[in-house]
């Protein structure tokens, strides 16, 4: 995954991916709906015609040299997809690389205790693993041809050691291993095609099979509607598109402007699906943001480059990268108008945040750095846009609804320095499992111990986590957790949550 500006001179590198798998129930829910999906105009819908929007989060880490979704080494994965589900994202994206399939690639850093029956497996059965109980959930996903070998970002869809008649076959073999299993609906042919500084890299419309990205996505698209018909076919962007209008360029991956002289041909030109990234000013300044008239800008920015194709009902869209650290006071204006501009229910654009890790160099992620705790700033601008998954045949009964509350109180204070107590109460009926409090600590605050409980902090954002000697805390039971911090002890910590759940002070 990288996210950067054609005329940026660095690449950023980030997390920004035989016998058939059984097929899975389909999902029956308002946002993901029944059976696979097609377009109808700008439109999303399931089988039976009815509207269905993806609402979705990247899970990156099988495109890097760990050849698997990262966080396993912390965590269990029903665990990350019953809490992904929990807070709304209906989608999941998943990036790959082409290397994942060579023979003898085998996944990295998945904790055996945590992930005993992800063991031994190849990268392949790992996605299964994962696809098959993000099905129980009512969860889609979205496979994503993130770059051809696990090192970096490719300009192009192919490398030399990764030629295009790779990219083919392998699409071929995903789309007929995964066909069947409705819990799959799409591929998103590759990521991030754009120029490369100096010339050459991808082009749109330019005519030359070697570089031009819509020819090529053509004959992508067509190669996985041959082995399974009922799949989506996503083309992102490219950066820079001439001839469309200012400005030219754009984000990797975020220019569709070309789309209307030169349009994706398909078999099935119902299953076509563009898709932009979008991203904030904290990963590149890029000069729309700096505008005077900012934000009141960017609408008629997002129309030339991908919006039209939704307005004029010429084909769907998918916003399937764009993300913030929050690090620049516009980098939440800019998400949410950027979010304002998809539209909610079942009629807005589709979109996947980019990430539901943390350890995305540019854009942080929904999680916070503990891997379990959730980031509440960025959650709460997307949660009025989030759709819910529901269904889908699942086995898996939805997690008990948590209730908590907290109460803060200064110890002892000194100058530069302070001793505080954290109470949480279960306020529920159901026990708090592995529970993991996280807050947001005043500006100057900084911990430099904890006890009852390992706390952590980065940046503003502190965690307390179960000890192990006490994982859970019973239905109406309490907990004490005591930190030492420098700084003044007249702030006040906001935004106390166990998981995506605020508790009460």
């Known amino acids: 995954m990288k996210r950067l ?3 940026a001179v660095a690449a950023l590198v980030g997390g920004a991916v035989l016998t058939a798998s059984p097929a899975t129930a389909a999902p029956a829910a308002a946002g993901t709906g029944t059976g696979y999906w097609h377009a109808s105009g ?11 929007r993806m609402t979705g989060v990247n899970w990156f880490g099988a495109e890097t040299g760990n050849y698997s979704p990262h966080g396993l080494w912390s965590r269990n994965y029903k665990d990350m997809l019953d809490q992904m589900a929990s807070l709304g994202y209906n989608t999941l ?16 850093s998945i904790d055996a205790v945590q992930n005993p029956d992800l063991q031994g497996l190849s990268g392949l059965q790992v996605l299964d693993k994962i696809i098959g109980y993000a099905g129980t959930k009512g969860m889609r996903v979205i496979l994503d041809q993130h770059r051809p070998d696990s090192g970096a970002q490719s300009a192009l869809w192919y490398t030399s050691a990764y030629p295009e008649s790779r990219w083919l076959s392998d699409w071929t073999m995903l789309a ?13 042919l590759h990521n991030e095609p754009h120029s490369i500084q100096g010339g050459g890299g991808a082009c749109w419309g330019c005519g030359d099979t070697a570089t031009d990205w819509r020819l090529a996505a053509e004959r992508g698209g067509n190669a996985v509607l041959s082995a399974n ?31 209307r002289q030169f349009p994706v041909r398909l078999s099935k030109p119902d299953k076509l699906v563009y898709s932009a990234h979008e991203y904030a000013t904290s990963v590149f300044a890029q000069p729309w943001f700096s505008d005077p008239s900012f934000p009141a800008n960017l609408p008629a920015l997002w129309d030339h480059f991908f919006g039209y194709l939704h307005k004029e009902k010429i084909a769907p869209v998918l916003l399937g990268e764009f993300g913030t650290t929050l690090a620049d006071p516009r980098d939440k204006t800019w998400l949410q108008e950027l979010m304002k501009y998809s539209g909610t229910g079942t009629t807005g654009m589709s ?10 160099g540019d854009t942080g992620g929904i999680l916070n750095d503990d891997w379990t705790t959730v980031n509440q700033a960025k959650q709460a601008i997307l949660q009025p846009y989030l759709i819910p998954p529901v269904g889908g045949g699942g086995t898996t009964d939805p997690p008990p609804a948590v209730s908590c509350g907290v109460t803060y109180h200064v110890d002892n204070a000194w100058q530069g320095g302070f001793v505080a107590s954290v109470t949480l109460k279960n306020t529920g009926t159901t026990p708090l499992k592995t529970w993991a409090l996280g807050w947001t600590v005043p500006s100057g605050t900084q911990i430099t111990g904890g006890w009852g409980a390992t706390v952590t902090q980065s940046g503003q954002q502190a965690t307390a986590k179960a000890p192990t000697w006490a994982p859970d805390l019973a239905g109406g039971a309490s907990t004490s957790i005591g930190i030492q911090a420098t700084g003044a002890s007249t702030g006040s910590p906001s935004g106390f949550a166990v998981g995506a759940t605020a508790c009460t002070t």
């Open 351 to 360: 979109f996947t945040y980019w990430s539901w890790n943390p350890n995305s």
């Open 5 to 7: 500006l054609s005329l």
């Open 229 to 259: 018909p009922d799949w989506l076919v996503i083309v992102e962007g490219v950066d820079c598109v001439g001839g469309t209008g200012d400005p030219q360029c754009g984000w990797w991956g975020g220019n569709l402007s070309g789309a």
């Open 93 to 108: 994206r998943l990036p790959y690389s082409n290397q994942l399939f060579d023979p003898g690639v085998k996944p990295t």
């Open 42 to 52: 700008s439109q999303l819908v399931d089988a039976t015609g009815a509207p269905v």
């Open 176 to 188: 007929q291993h995964y066909k069947g299993n409705t819990t799959v609906i799409g591929a998103d």
